[in-house]
């Protein structure tokens, strides 16, 4: 099974190294020297990383037969994809690939149905859930132990605690205006 492992940024220096946005919580495994990566769009690869280092808190790539600025800057925004044995599973019980995702009913903790997991996207602190409702509409749930606090593989279910607002419209309390012109004026202040 093909898993996407990394996204090419911008080019580094004048050498052909490039900056790559990592989607694998294992880059010394899938992004080492040597590893061979297919690419979407499949054009740009294979390729083959020659050189990889850290520089200011990003990872920075060198592929065989890129030595340039120009052949780098060809790659920026190729999708960098890696082979993978779909029994493989990451070695921490609280990390999961993407593919394990996706698909699994999505309820809340007192057993609420809210849908299913259509993708997951990767953001740079955080990851979203992507969860399509049974109405068509979509809801993004941050991947974050307090909101998702069980992944049941084996009933094909991920639970969530979502805080107010995130799932459905806050509704107001009983009582309180619904039309802000019921408040008082523009300024905040009671007419008199």
Known sequence: MQ??????????????????????????????????????????GPLTIETGRVHSGRLLLRFEG???????????????????DPEDTPEDP???????????DV?????????RI????????????IVRRPDGSEVMVPFVGEIV??????????VIDPPPGLIDEIQPASGEAADEGDEGSENGREES
């Open 149 to 158: 606090p069980e992944i049941d593989l084996e009933q094909q279910r991920a």
């Open 3 to 44: 898993l996407v492992v990394a996204r090419v940024g911008r080019a580094h220096g004048i050498k052909g190294e490039v900056t790559v946005e990592v989607r694998t919580d294992e880059p010394e495994l899938r992004l080492s020297p040597g590893a061979v990566l297919a690419t979407d769009p499949a054009s740009a």
């Open 66 to 84: 890129v030595a340039d600025r120009s052949g780098a800057e060809a790659l920026r925004n190729t999708l960098l994809i890696a082979e993978v």
């Open 118 to 129: 259509a993708e997951i996207t990767h953001l740079p602190y955080q990851d979203l859930l």
């Open 107 to 115: 309820v809340t903790t007192d057993g609420t149905e809210i849908g």
């Open 94 to 104: 609280e990390e999961f690939y993407d593919h394990q995702l996706v698909d699994l």
